[in-house]
């Protein structure tokens, strides 16, 4: 009777113990310790042979000499850098379409407009993106608000990081529109937006007087203005050529706005009135542009980023689709190093910069104690173009493996054997 | 007071005559020279004597009136050679009039003074392949130049290099067919579709084929065949899809025909077939998605390690920016190349070496050896590093860049 | 009866001849002149040109003014010889904008530029009023092989003598806009394809009945000068390499920009017929054509009107003293060079013993912008005076 009993709660105990992991196939870990060759934190100084304590998601400690606690489950990665993964300030793909026909629409979202199963998002992950600000395109004047996702997930709602962030201003005059009637159109919607909140408040203070009870709420169309007008929303003013800068600035003063300036090429002539403004920026993808100098007739090579960094600019970087190297943010920040920026610098424009821009960095944007656990596995030095995103982690989660990335296999290798069709002649 | 006479008269003497006798000799010291040809110098010295390689290697004596270019720690490479070059011509790089133009010379319409030039100095390409345009099915005689000099002719160091035909379907853009409306132009004729294109090369070489025992040729369009058929003239096939290659080999077989492939986006299918009949390839612009030219939406599967698998059955293949004015900078190609999976040292000969031997210029330049043009880029680091800038680049021994 | 009628017909007939001749051709004038630009033998001041039967038949200081004769007191002004336009297109243009180029066809060897002239035209009067008195009709710049062009004398009162030279070359282009999208060649490799291909057929063609062929034999064989558009370095290389290799007999017309290879064209002894220089050009371009001078190419002035709206050639002189040209060269520029260059220096370009009386009197100094001109006259006629305000 004795050993039966035994039988019993062993097994019943052996039971409970695999099913349990039987259901949690891929156990989500509660804490983890990664010991990486190195880390570049953003923060400091980059640690040699360190380690990175993760709980629940969020860093607990990092640094060389670090407890490592026996629960704690090790990834090892000795012979890789590991740094936070990147952040993308500003853009448009991935959308159903860029842009809205109509010119003002504030109030429409790209939460609803975001395509999961967009390339651009598999790309991004692959490519080391954890977080992007997606914002519509630079048609409309006012083209809506924002929402930051990370490149993961089956669902808009599965990627979220943060809705509504940004409201999205260009001043490129809409085809048949000059630049003076776009303008135009900008400060009339912005007082007539005025004069409906000034009724508003009249409303609001005549029923207060009367002790009424006021449960009118804002026009749902004008909203997110009127959220933009509070600074609960930045402003995110495209300009493509430099003589729009002066009206940008002059949007953000006269409405006293919190913005970012989304820069064309062109810019680069308004450096030193930008670097006066102190507001950030984010750079267009193209970074090297040529000039003729009308006296010498001389060729002339444009670096974008240099110029800025030279006015003391602070900066964010963009990808396009084009070849090669500007797709990768780090290609971009690799170019700026190439013509005389530092490290350190360069990296801060493609992590921390970012993420402070869209105000994710109390989360994102570097290593350090407190922030999301959302790294970077690289085989090797970050402005390396032999180095590819070996794994990334958002949250504690490895969310991709570059080994089992069947799309980049295809892609990088030979194609399977076909058998050769036999001529028929 | 006359021996100070006497002597400054030998002086004198020996000057005039001495000096004559010193030729312009420059130095160039690095640390790190890659020859191509051979194994890496480490802290050698080149001397360039007459716009050519005089000496080259570690322990060489300068002379005391060369000119001194201290590379100090730089790394230092051949000139590269683009074998798809952006082209700096002047106007159309198609004669519209007809689809097979075999007489047609690029060369005739290089205009020195185009912007492109010293872009593309900066980059350090210092030999440039310039082919005739793609709407042709025979679309005419490229040429190897420099980018120097003030007039075309300064510029040529390989006239009628070879013969670029276009068998993708870029020849039939713009041709229109006589449904409604009668024939107003000459844009109303074939091909409108590959089957034509194909058709339109086999008759060409067919009817040179005819005229080979006749001597001299009296149609200038077939003597230019002939030679091809001679094999005098190389042909570069301009083709992206594996089906358009393999039709390709078939009409190279027909004739006989040593072909060399441009573009060959998918030449990683048919790798072996390249490899066994030797048949060099130059890889023209690369694409991580085919949506990204937009114009041929045709059903381009591409793989980003074309180049590695072709290097590594054996094909000869030569990395070139394929004419895109913004991917003028080979040595970003070769990086990314490596990138996915080409073996490094094949990478740097696609842009030295390789496209040299292709265009059949290789005794000149391609790699740094005694003899051959002193064409050299200075670089601030590694080649293959995307933070390496050129610092400086010299062409035929003199800077033209830094 | 009839003697006397026959004779008073006959002193009628006689009397009415001499008043005939008196009113269109006065034998001899005698001009009085406060400076004479001779051009070839220097200024001369306070001197007399004697006209006779409309040719010069003595210029200087110390000169013999014979008795009865016509004297017009130009003593507070200025004579420099008539003014040639070394190419342009004036009368050329009707109720078609521009029948200056045949652009149907790419080859218009044979035609005749003088065939399209219309001597009453308009702009021969405004280039007459310039002090212009002799221009060469060209065709075009849009076919790679135009037409012939011709010179002539812009009076054309008398029936003969105004056509100095009915076809005085072939016309190519090289230029750009000898491409068209529709009509071969339209590339640039096409255009030296197109250019050589003729040549080449020109070189062996035998007597038959190819007027065009039959003309650019001529070319060939450098019986005939052949004016070649070039504008931009590429286009004058690629210009020079066909002279060389065909050994023709050339002029480069437009080539504006060859100052940077001005010492191979002065080495070929190649002539160039200078576009004009406008208030409007660029500063760099204005600098270009005192280079080129100073590499010692031939320069002559060209309006190339009425495609420039160019109205006074003179502009084009002064300017480039402006911005560098030796005020004598550009006097030359004007006068001798381009009657050199289009062969008619035995009448014209010069205010010399046994020319053709082509002069221009002006208010001052001819390469002021301020000097206007007061009078002009050809083969001793006076064609055109200022009319007085």
Same mark, same amino acid.
């Given at each position: 009777?004795?050993?039966?009993?035994?039988? =019993?709660?062993?097994?019943?105990?052996?039971?409970?113990?695999?099913?349990?992991?039987?259901?949690?196939?891929?156990?989500?870990?509660?804490?983890?310790?990664?010991?990486?060759?190195?880390?570049? =934190?953003?923060?400091?100084?980059?640690?040699? /042979?360190?380690?990175?304590?993760?709980? #629940?998601?969020?860093?607990?400690?990092?640094?060389?000499?670090?407890?490592?606690?026996?629960?704690?489950?090790?990834?090892?990665?000795?012979?890789?850098?590991?740094?936070?993964?990147?952040?993308?300030?500003?853009?448009?793909?991935?959308?159903?379409?860029?842009?809205?026909?109509?010119?003002?629409?504030?109030?429409?979202?790209?939460?609803?407009?975001?395509?999961?199963?967009?390339?651009?998002? &598999?790309?991004?992950?692959?490519?080391?993106?954890?977080?992007?600000?997606?914002?519509?395109?630079?048609?409309? %004047?006012?083209?809506?608000?924002?929402?930051?996702?990370?490149?993961?997930?089956?669902?808009? &709602?599965?990627?979220?990081?943060?809705?509504?962030?940004?409201?999205?201003?260009?001043?490129?005059?809409?085809?048949?529109?000059?630049?003076?009637?776009?303008?135009?159109?900008?400060?009339?919607?912005?007082?007539? %937006?005025?004069?409906?909140?000034?009724?508003?408040?009249?409303?609001?203070?005549?029923?207060?007087?009367?002790?009424?009870?006021?449960?009118?709420?804002?026009?749902?169309?004008?909203?997110?203005?009127?959220?933009?007008?509070?600074?609960?929303?930045?402003?995110?003013?495209?300009?493509?050529?430099?003589?729009?800068?002066?009206?940008? %600035?002059?949007?953000?003063?006269?409405?006293?706005?919190?913005?970012?300036?989304?820069?064309?090429?062109?810019?680069?002539?308004?450096?030193?009135?930008?670097?006066?403004?102190?507001?950030?920026?984010?750079?267009?993808?193209?970074?090297?542009?040529?000039?003729?100098?009308?006296?010498?007739?001389?060729?002339?090579?444009?670096?974008?980023?240099? !110029?800025?960094?030279?006015?003391?600019?602070?900066?964010?970087?963009?990808?396009?689709?084009?070849?090669?190297?500007?797709?990768?943010?780090?290609?971009?920040?690799?170019?700026?190093?190439?013509?005389?920026?530092?490290?350190?610098?360069?990296?801060?424009?493609?992590?921390?910069?970012?993420?402070?821009?869209?105000?994710?960095?109390?989360?994102?944007?570097?290593?350090?104690?407190?922030?999301?656990?959302?790294?970077?596995?690289?085989?090797?030095?970050?402005?390396?173009?032999?180095?590819?995103?070996?794994?990334?982690?958002?949250?504690?989660?490895?969310?991709?493996?570059?080994?089992?990335?069947?799309?980049?296999?295809?892609?990088?290798?030979?194609?399977?054997?076909?058998?050769?069709?036999?001529?028929?002649? | 007071?006359?021996?100070?006479?006497?002597?400054?008269?030998?002086?004198?003497?020996?000057?005039?005559?001495?000096?004559?006798?010193?030729?312009?000799?420059?130095?160039?010291?690095?640390?790190?020279?890659?020859?191509?040809?051979?194994?890496?110098?480490?802290?050698?010295?080149?001397?360039?004597?007459?716009?050519?390689?005089?000496?080259?290697?570690?322990? !060489?004596?300068?002379?005391?009136?060369?000119?001194?270019?201290?590379?100090?720690?730089?790394?230092?490479?051949?000139?590269?050679?683009?074998?798809?070059?952006?082209?700096?011509?002047?106007?159309?790089?198609?004669?519209?009039?007809?689809?097979?133009?075999?007489?047609?010379?690029?060369s005739d319409?290089l205009d020195p003074q185009?912007?492109?030039?010293?872009?593309?100095?900066?980059?350090?390409?210092?030999?440039?392949?310039?082919?005739?345009?793609?709407?042709?099915?025979?679309?005419?005689?490229?040429?190897?130049?420099?980018? =120097?000099g003030n007039i075309p002719q300064q510029m040529i160091?390989?006239d009628?290099? *070879?013969?670029?035909?276009?068998?993708?379907?870029?020849?039939?853009?713009?041709?229109?067919?006589?449904?409604?409306?009668?024939?107003?132009?000459?844009?109303?004729?074939?091909?409108?579709?590959?089957?034509?294109?194909?058709?339109?090369?086999?008759?060409?070489?067919?009817?040179?084929?005819?005229?080979?025992?006749?001597?001299?040729?009296?149609?200038?369009?077939?003597?230019?065949?002939?030679?091809?058929?001679?094999?005098?003239?190389?042909?570069?096939?301009?083709?992206?899809?594996?089906?358009?290659?393999?039709?390709?080999?078939?009409?190279?077989?027909?004739?006989?025909?040593?072909?060399?492939?441009?573009?060959?986006?998918?030449?990683?299918?048919?790798?072996?077939?390249? *490899?066994?009949?030797?048949?060099?390839?130059?890889?023209?612009?690369?694409?991580?998605?085919?949506?990204? !030219?937009?114009?041929?939406?045709?059903?381009?599967?591409?793989?980003?390690?074309?180049?590695?698998?072709?290097?590594?059955?054996?094909?000869?293949?030569?990395?070139?920016?394929?004419?895109?004015?913004?991917?003028?900078?080979?040595? =970003?190609?070769?990086?990314?190349?490596?990138?996915?999976?080409?073996?490094?040292?094949?990478?740097?000969?696609?842009?030295?070496?390789?496209?040299?031997?292709?265009?059949?210029?290789?005794?000149?330049?391609?790699?740094?050896?005694?003899?051959?043009?002193?064409?050299?880029?200075?670089?601030?680091?590694?080649?293959?590093?995307?933070?390496?800038?050129?610092?400086?680049? !010299?062409?035929?021994?003199?800077?033209?860049?830094? | 009866?009839?003697?006397?009628?026959?004779?008073?017909?006959?002193?009628?007939?006689?009397?009415?001849?001499?008043?005939?001749?008196?009113?269109?051709?006065?034998?001899?004038?005698?001009?009085?002149?406060?400076?004479?630009?001779?051009?070839?033998?220097?200024?001369?001041?306070?001197?007399?040109?004697?006209?006779?039967?409309?040719?010069?038949?003595?210029?200087?200081?110390?000169?013999?003014?014979?008795?009865?004769? /016509? +004297?017009?007191?130009?003593?507070?002004? /200025?004579?420099?010889?008539?003014?040639?336009?070394a190419h342009?297109? +004036?009368?050329?243009?009707?109720?078609?904008?521009?029948?200056?180029?045949?652009?149907?066809?790419?080859?218009?060897?044979?035609?005749?530029?003088?065939?399209?002239?219309?001597?009453?035209?308009?702009?021969?009067?405004?280039?007459?009023?310039?002090?212009?008195?002799?221009?060469m009709?060209a065709?075009?710049y849009?076919?790679p092989v135009g037409?012939?062009p011709?010179?002539?004398?812009?009076?054309?009162?008398?029936? /003969?003598?105004?056509?100095?030279?009915?076809?005085a070359g072939v016309e190519f282009s090289l230029m750009?806009?000898?491409?068209?999208? #529709?009509?071969?060649?339209?590339?640039r490799?096409?255009l030296i394809?197109?250019v050589k291909?003729q040549l080449n057929?020109a070189k062996?063609?035998?007597?038959?009945?190819?007027?065009?062929?039959?003309?650019l034999?001529r070319v060939v064989d450098a019986n005939l000068p052949a004016y070649i558009w070039a504008h931009t370095v590429d286009e004058i290389a690629s210009a020079m390499a066909i002279i060389d290799q065909y050994n023709l007999n050339a002029v480069l017309v437009a080539a504006g920009q060859g100052d940077e290879i001005a010492d191979m064209i002065a080495k070929r002894d190649l002539p160039v017929i200078y576009p004009?220089?406008?208030?409007?050009?660029?500063?760099?371009?204005?600098?270009r054509v005192g280079k080129m001078a100073g590499s010692g190419v031939k320069l002559a002035f060209a309006?190339?009107?009425?495609?420039?709206?160019?109205?006074?050639?003179?502009?084009?002189?002064?300017?480039?003293?402006?911005?560098?040209l030796d005020?004598?060269a550009?006097?030359k520029g004007?006068?001798i060079n381009a009657a050199e260059i289009l062969g008619?220096a035995?009448?014209?370009?010069?205010?010399?013993?046994?020319?053709?009386?082509?002069?221009?009197?002006?208010?001052?100094?001819?390469?002021?912008?301020?000097?206007?001109? &007061?009078?002009?006259?050809?083969?001793?006629?006076?064609?055109?005076?200022?009319?007085?305000?």
């Amino acid at each position: 009777m004795k050993s039966r009993s035994h039988i =019993t709660f062993i097994s019943m105990f052996l039971i409970v113990v695999i099913t349990g992991s039987i259901t949690h196939a891929a156990p989500v870990r509660r804490k983890l310790a990664v010991e990486a060759g190195r880390i570049i =934190t953003i923060a400091g100084e980059d640690i040699k /042979n360190g380690v990175i304590l993760i709980e #629940d998601g969020t860093i607990k400690a990092v640094g060389k000499d670090v407890d490592v606690p026996w629960d704690a489950f090790v990834i090892e990665a000795k012979d890789q850098v590991v740094m936070p993964g990147f952040v993308m300030a500003h853009t448009s793909s991935g959308l159903d379409r860029e842009n809205e026909n109509m010119p003002e629409v504030p109030f429409i979202s790209t939460f609803d407009s975001i395509d999961p199963i967009s390339t651009f998002f &598999e790309d991004s992950l692959r490519d080391g993106v954890v977080a992007m600000l997606i914002l519509p395109g630079n048609n409309t %004047l006012l083209g809506g608000t924002g929402t930051i996702v990370k490149p993961y997930g089956r669902t808009v &709602e599965a990627m979220l990081i943060k809705r509504y962030t940004g409201l999205k201003i260009s001043l490129l005059p809409s085809p048949n529109t000059s630049r003076m009637g776009h303008m135009q159109r900008f400060r009339r919607y912005m007082s007539e %937006l005025k004069d409906y909140l000034e009724d508003y408040e009249q409303r609001k203070a005549d029923d207060e007087e009367e002790k009424k009870p006021f449960d009118e709420e804002i026009d749902v169309t004008k909203q997110s203005m009127v959220d933009l007008l509070n600074k609960k929303l930045t402003a995110f003013i495209y300009c493509n050529r430099a003589a729009y800068v002066p009206k940008a %600035l002059e949007i953000q003063k006269t409405h006293g706005l919190k913005t970012v300036l989304v820069l064309g090429p062109d810019c680069y002539k308004a450096a030193d009135l930008i670097a006066k403004s102190k507001l950030p920026v984010v750079l267009a993808p193209q970074l090297i542009i040529w000039e003729t100098n009308e006296q010498t007739n001389e060729e002339e090579m444009k670096v974008i980023p240099m !110029i800025f960094h030279r006015a003391g600019v602070k900066f964010a970087f963009q990808t396009d689709t084009s070849q090669y190297g500007s797709r990768y943010l780090w290609y971009q920040a690799a170019t700026a190093v190439k013509y005389g920026m530092k490290r350190a610098e360069a990296l801060k424009s493609i992590t921390l910069y970012p993420a402070q821009f869209i105000g994710v960095d109390n989360r994102l944007g570097s290593i350090e104690t407190g922030k999301e656990a959302t790294l970077l596995f690289l085989t090797g030095d970050p402005l390396d173009a032999q180095t590819w995103v070996d794994q990334v982690m958002i949250a504690g989660e490895i969310v991709y493996e570059r080994a089992k990335d069947e799309r980049l296999k295809k892609l990088l290798e030979p194609p399977l054997k076909i058998q050769e069709p036999k001529d028929t002649d | 007071m006359r021996i100070y006479v006497i002597l400054l008269t030998f002086l004198l003497l020996v000057t005039v005559f001495i000096a004559p006798g010193w030729a312009e000799v420059t130095a160039v010291k690095a640390g790190r020279i890659l020859t191509i040809s051979g194994e890496p110098i480490t802290d050698g010295v080149i001397l360039i004597e007459d716009g050519k390689i005089a000496d080259i290697g570690t322990g !060489i004596e300068i002379p005391e009136n060369a000119t001194v270019i201290d590379a100090g720690k730089s790394v230092v490479m051949p000139g590269f050679v683009d074998a798809s070059a952006v082209q700096p011509v002047r106007g159309d790089l198609n004669e519209q009039s007809s689809e097979i133009t075999p007489t047609l010379r690029i060369s005739d319409a290089l205009d020195p003074q185009s912007k492109v030039i010293k872009r593309v100095v900066q980059t350090g390409v210092t030999t440039l392949f310039i082919s005739p345009g793609r709407q042709n099915v025979i679309s005419g005689l490229g040429v190897v130049v420099k980018p =120097t000099g003030n007039i075309p002719q300064q510029m040529i160091i390989k006239d009628e290099a *070879a013969l670029t035909v276009v068998m993708d379907m870029d020849p039939t853009q713009g041709n229109r067919i006589p449904r409604r409306e009668p024939a107003v132009n000459f844009y109303y004729r074939r091909p409108g579709t590959r089957m034509a294109i194909i058709w339109m090369l086999r008759k060409s070489f067919f009817d040179a084929q005819q005229q080979a025992d006749t001597e001299p040729i009296s149609d200038p369009n077939l003597a230019i065949l002939s030679e091809v058929l001679k094999d005098e003239i190389p042909i570069h096939v301009n083709a992206r899809r594996a089906i358009v290659i393999r039709a390709a080999l078939k009409v190279a077989d027909e004739y006989g025909l040593k072909l060399i492939f441009q573009e060959c986006t998918e030449g990683y299918r048919v790798a072996e077939q390249l *490899a066994e009949r030797k048949i060099p390839v130059v890889l023209g612009p690369f694409y991580y998605y085919p949506g990204s !030219i937009g114009q041929y939406r045709e059903g381009r599967q591409v793989n980003w390690n074309n180049a590695g698998i072709l290097a590594e059955v054996g094909v000869k293949v030569a990395l070139g920016s394929g004419g895109q004015p913004d991917t003028i900078d080979i040595l =970003t190609a070769a990086t990314f190349a490596v990138r996915h999976g080409m073996d490094r040292d094949e990478a740097l000969k696609a842009i030295t070496i390789t496209p040299a031997e292709i265009l059949g210029v290789a005794e000149r330049v391609g790699s740094l050896e005694k003899g051959k043009d002193a064409d050299i880029v200075v670089l601030s680091g590694d080649p293959l590093d995307v933070t390496t800038r050129v610092e400086k680049v !010299i062409l035929n021994g003199k800077t033209v860049y830094q | 009866m009839i003697k006397k009628r026959f004779l008073s017909f006959l002193i009628v007939l006689s009397i009415s001849l001499c008043l005939t001749s008196f009113g269109n051709e006065p034998q001899v004038i005698a001009i009085r002149a406060g400076k004479i630009w001779t051009v070839t033998d220097g200024v001369i001041t306070d001197g007399i040109i004697i006209v006779d039967n409309g040719k010069i038949r003595a210029v200087g200081q110390e000169v013999d003014v014979p008795e009865g004769v /016509n +004297i017009l007191d130009m003593s507070d002004k /200025n004579i420099i010889p008539g003014i040639i336009d070394a190419h342009c297109h +004036i009368g050329l243009s009707l109720d078609i904008f521009s029948e200056m180029d045949e652009t149907v066809a790419a080859i218009a060897a044979d035609m005749l530029i003088l065939d399209a002239f219309n001597p009453h035209s308009k702009d021969v009067k405004k280039a007459l009023s310039s002090g212009v008195t002799t221009v060469m009709l060209a065709p075009g710049y849009r076919n790679p092989v135009g037409g012939q062009p011709a010179v002539v004398k812009l009076d054309t009162s008398k029936a /003969n003598d105004w056509v100095l030279k009915r076809s005085a070359g072939v016309e190519f282009s090289l230029m750009n806009q000898a491409l068209m999208f #529709d009509r071969e060649p339209t590339s640039r490799a096409g255009l030296i394809e197109l250019v050589k291909e003729q040549l080449n057929e020109a070189k062996v063609y035998q007597e038959g009945f190819n007027p065009r062929l039959e003309v650019l034999n001529r070319v060939v064989d450098a019986n005939l000068p052949a004016y070649i558009w070039a504008h931009t370095v590429d286009e004058i290389a690629s210009a020079m390499a066909i002279i060389d290799q065909y050994n023709l007999n050339a002029v480069l017309v437009a080539a504006g920009q060859g100052d940077e290879i001005a010492d191979m064209i002065a080495k070929r002894d190649l002539p160039v017929i200078y576009p004009p220089l406008l208030l409007s050009s660029k500063d760099k371009d204005l600098k270009r054509v005192g280079k080129m001078a100073g590499s010692g190419v031939k320069l002559a002035f060209a309006s190339l009107a009425p495609r420039t709206d160019l109205n006074d050639l003179r502009t084009s002189a002064i300017l480039a003293v402006k911005y560098g040209l030796d005020k004598e060269a550009a006097l030359k520029g004007l006068t001798i060079n381009a009657a050199e260059i289009l062969g008619v220096a035995d009448r014209l370009g010069s205010i010399s013993e046994g020319k053709d009386a082509d002069l221009v009197i002006l208010n001052g100094d001819p390469l002021q912008p301020a000097s206007s001109i &007061e009078m002009v006259i050809i083969n001793g006629n006076i064609v055109y005076q200022r009319l007085e305000e």
